[in-house]
């Protein structure tokens, strides 16, 4: 991988490495990833380039299928014919560094197509905050901007016409865990309930690399997204962006996306997890 990761800190705690330039093969969708990503106990609680699923990096901004250019890595879901290989893999490139400290980083890239046409350009900001003494919070804020002349549709396998609720594709988190991890939101549990669900939050408590037990709470659903799940595959969550239909960001227009991660040690509850939600920046001392 060329280049020094960006490292994000918490007080005297590094919680992430951000991979800005990974140097992959075209077919598992290079773009900037989060990996590792730690708890404030040291738990590692993502997983990048799984022998499963190669193109799962950490924790990133991917889609399948975006204007026909396959952002995710892997192969294409075509419809009437199912998972191809493809030589329509894209990339998703840094092209700017706009600010960075221990606890932020902002930078501006491009979604591009196999030949290196732009499809979509955009500004991230990635902000790390202590929220408690055994969590800190993740923000990860985006604005996706098309071209003045034309618009950029997004689609998933599940909008290609793959069944079974394969609706992945936009902020997607793979998840290190030991055996299968327990996935739930404030009414509902389990994989096959969550899954396109548009619930405000969902948390997934598992083992993670070292044999700590954590948990993540995520949120930032938009309007039209839906949480796609595995627990059982492999561990993930997605803000999935065209969950069983495809999104458009329109001519010159954006897509603004807000998502935020609490990452805490030990195995939180329904309760415990609605007090995390509600807690602002932890100012120790």
Known sequence: MSGEPVRLTVGAAEVAEYVLDPALDARHGPRPYLHPVRTLGGTVVTDALPADHVWHLGA?????????????????????????WRDDHGV????GEVERSPGRYAHDLQWRDRAGGVLLTERRWLTASVVAPDAWRLDVESVLVAPDDREIRLGSPATNGRPGGAGYGGFFWRAAADGEP???????????????????????SGVGSGGGAYTLVFAGLGRDDRWFVRTGMYPGVCVAFAFDRPAVVPAGGSRHGRYRVWVADGTLDRDAVAALVATVPYRPG
Not at 62 to 83: E, F, K, P
């Open 60 to 84: 990133s901004l991917a889609v399948q299928d975006v204007d026909g250019s396959n952002l995710w890595g892997g192969r294409t879901y075509v419809r009437d014919i199912g998972y191809t």
């Open 92 to 95: 998703i490139a840094h092209t």
């Open 182 to 204: 327990a996935v739930f939101t404030a009414d509902a549990a389990r994989e096959e309930t969550v899954n396109g669900s548009a619930a405000p939050w969902l948390a997934l």
